[in-house]
């Protein structure tokens, strides 16, 4: 399978399986993570995701030579339709209501970077270099790789790492803060998957109801305060603040069930 699914426990991981192409995706890759993110979302047992690719390579972007690959003339109603599907894969990535962890080594590639973009949680390894590719072949940024960049690093860097075209090793990413975690290769694995392990033990309602309202868009403290009491709201009647409620006072740990 060019999309790998791997579940260990309340951890699922989807992998890009095409290392000879270095994992370069094609549009039947794009339907398999957008099944395999339709099943996260919905199954209760699952509570968070790691996002990785194997081999060499986290993506080297869309497989502009093989089934994704463009026509030589393309119309705006054939370039609509093909971006429309990238974009989908983005905000599916983006809106999950479950933690997500990117682990990427090697090359992450124009869109590719986009879905690292879109994790919770960005842990890169020593050989990662992020190639932003768009504006050498003068399309466009894609996937909503100007918000997301713009919004982790500022306007001023991101323009810069758009305009010319910057690459970025794994730690350059880590210390502009497009990453949380920098390693070397060989702990890639450990640290996202214990990371994600971590993540998954937390209370998965209010991380989804938390990850809402860092994706809130309210223009001022006001809507954004009346955003977050709803979310409150609904996070204090869950079966998981009972459990928390009732842990902190037998003072011990919580035994939060995702609920």
């Known amino acids: 399978m060019d999309i790998e699914f791997r579940l260990n426990g309340a951890v699922a991981t989807l992998c890009l399986n095409r290392p000879e ?3 370069a995706l094609t549009p039947e890759m794009l339907t398999l993570m957008l099944d395999h993110l339709d099943r996260i979302e919905q199954d209760a047992e699952i509570r968070a995701v790691i996002l990785t690719g194997a ?16 026509p030589k003339q393309m119309s705006v109603a054939h370039a609509r339709a093909s971006m429309a599907f990238y974009q989908k894969v983005a905000l599916r990535l983006y ?6 962890v990117a682990a990427v080594r090697g090359a992450a590639v124009g869109i590719a970077w986009t879905f690292a973009l879109c994790a919770d949680q960005l842990v890169v390894g020593d ?20 918000h997301l960049l713009a919004r982790h ?13 910057r690459k970025l090793t794994g730690k350059e990413a880590f210390d502009l ?17 214990h990371l994600a392990a971590e993540l998954a033990a937390m ?22 305060l009346a955003q977050e009491l709803n979310a409150v709201a609904l996070a204090v009647n869950s079966d998981d603040a009972a459990e928390g409620r009732l842990a902190s006072r037998e003072k011990r740990a919580p035994a ?3 609920q």
Do not use: W
């Open 95 to 100: 809106n999950l209501n479950k933690p997500v």
């Open 55 to 70: 081999g060499r390579a986290f993506c080297a972007g869309a497989d502009i030579k093989g089934s994704g690959a463009a």
């Open 256 to 258: 939060f069930r995702g």
């Open 153 to 165: 690093c500022g306007e001023f860097r991101a323009k810069e790492i758009m305009y010319l075209n």
């Open 21 to 23: 192409k270095l994992n």
């Open 203 to 224: 209370p998965t309602f209010s991380i989804g109801l938390t990850k809402q309202l860092f994706r809130s868009n309210a223009a001022t403290m006001e809507e954004f």
């Open 127 to 146: 050989t990662a270099q992020f190639i932003p590719a768009f504006l050498m072949r003068a399309t466009l940024p894609e996937g909503g790789m100007v």
């Open 177 to 193: 803060g497009l990453a949380s975690h920098y390693v070397e290769d060989a702990q890639l694995n450990e640290r996202s998957e």
